[in-house]
């Protein structure tokens, strides 16, 4: 069972965590932690949202990063700090470190999306690209803190960073006093685990009965199998890579087993559902890890249901693509979006009486598809491949029994095999 927050050998106090929030203060974004009655709606519990990924660099580590720069003496930035990142902690770095002239470099994984490369470099950093992941970089890290003597700006395992993450959890719960209203649990994402350990020591000193519930990719259950004794299996490409880390920190494993109640692996369906719940009913961008939280609440609905829950929407730096890529798959589960295929005679007028059907069930033709060169279609036949947009799957049923019901065999494809 977690501890006291008091407990007097934790590594960071709740007086740490208060003394950052006066040194950024007017430095970063005092972010909303407002309601949200959609995603309320969708899960079935009071959901509220600390929208963190309106920072001036999208993401919460801007707070920690910054609490420890500015604990740096003027030798320590003049000769530059070090960083490792997959792209959120690096552009917190970056940003702060350009802001009080202190040179940067930071390391990254050849893995990490090139929008957050690119948004480094604007800063200013010099950004060094080494290994596929974390762990991979840390190596590149070590060599040139030896070469250049930088100072390591860790991106999760310091009592500076961890107190500055802390500053979230002041900020909601002096937001849930003044709407007077108290939270049941609050649900964290977690990589290495600074973010989860501020908020867990500053929410669990000022409100003792909240629940912490940590959230990780079911990919890489770093702290999970930590907590339970277990060995880490990590590995696979999750759309959290933001919290995709193999190794979680001494100090923040430590805090984690007294005070975190207990942790969701979130699978990436449940994640991909996230992001486009925060899209489409929020209307706000998350990122996979960002997303985490409201993963784990639809991955167990029954465990929230009821419940005032607190999320921390901790990023939303995203690769167009890839939300492009996650709306038309969630549309597609929804049944919004469907592919078909059929084998039809190869005649005039054919085409023209499908399409023309589909529109008459207010169906929406986006995309059709002619293949005649397929070996086991009849020379004077084709493969026709349409996708349509639909209502819902029971719309999409309808459209397809009145197809066969003109004597047309179809099949409903994966959008992916359309294109085979």
């Known amino acids: 069972m977690p501890l006291d927050a008091s407990s007097p050998d934790l590594p960071v106090t709740l007086a740490d965590i208060e003394e950052a929030a006066r040194l950024i203060e007017g430095q970063v974004v005092r972010t909303p932690f ?17 929208f963190e990924n309106q920072q001036y660099v999208n993401s919460f580590k801007e707070r920690g990063a910054l609490v420890k720069l500015l604990s740096l003496s003027q030798e320590e930035r003049a000769r530059g700090v070090i960083a490792m990142s997959a792209g959120n902690h690096a552009q917190a770095v970056a940003y702060h470190a350009s802001r ?18 690119a948004a480094t470099r604007s800063y200013g950093a010099s950004v060094v690209l080494a290994g596929e ?3 991979d970089s840390q190596i590149e890290v070590e060599r040139l803190i030896r070469e250049r003597d930088l100072t390591l700006v860790h991106p999760y395992d310091d009592v500076r960073i961890i107190a500055g993450q802390g500053t979230i959890a002041l900020e909601i719960l002096e937001k849930t006093r003044e709407a007077g209203v108290s939270l049941d649990c609050l649900v964290v994402p977690i990589g290495g685990g600074g973010l989860i350990s501020g908020i867990a020591v500053a929410a669990k000193a000022l409100a003792p009965d909240i629940e912490i519930i940590g959230v990780e990719a079911a990919l890489y259950p770093s702290m999970y199998a930590m907590l339970h004794g277990e060995e880490s299996r990590c590995g696979g490409n999750t759309l959290a890579e933001g919290i995709a880390v193999k190794n979680v920190g001494a100090l ?7 005070l975190v109640d207990d942790i969701v692996l979130a699978e990436e369906a449940a994640i991909e559902r996230a992001v486009n719940a925060f899209l489409a009913l929020q209307k706000t961008v998350a990122e996979g890890a960002g ?11 029954e465990r929230f249901r009821g419940k005032r829950v607190g999320l921390v929407l901790c990023g939303g730096n995203i690769d167009p693509r890839l939300l492009a890529s996650i709306i038309v798959r969630e549309l597609a589960r929804e049944g919004r979006m469907v592919a078909i295929r059929m084998g039809i005679p190869d005649r005039p007028g054919v085409l023209g009486e499908i399409t023309s059907l589909i529109g008459q069930m207010d169906g929406n033709v986006v995309e059709v598809a002619h293949h005649r060169l397929f070996l086991d279609v009849p020379a004077k036949g084709a493969i026709l491949d349409v996708t349509m947009e639909t209502r819902d799957n029971a719309h999409a049923e309808e459209i397809i029994a009145a197809l066969e019901a003109r004597g047309y065999h179809v099949k409903r494809v994966a959008a992916a095999e359309t294109a085979d």
């Not at 407002?34 to 519990?45: K, V």
């Not at 923040?252 to 007294?258: F, G, K, L, Y």
Request: charged content about 10%; hydrophobic content about 50%; cysteine-free.
């Open 34 to 50: 407002l309601p949200a009655p959609s995603l309320s709606r969708l899960t079935g519990a009071d959901v509220w949202v600390k």
């Open 100 to 117: 009080l002239a202190i040179p940067a470099t930071i390391v990254m994984p050849k893995t990490t999306p090139h929008v957050k490369v």
């Open 133 to 135: 992941t974390i762990a």
């Open 252 to 258: 923040t494993s430590q805090i984690a087993e007294r």
């Open 291 to 301: 997303a985490a939280g409201l993963a784990a609440m639809l991955q167990q609905p």
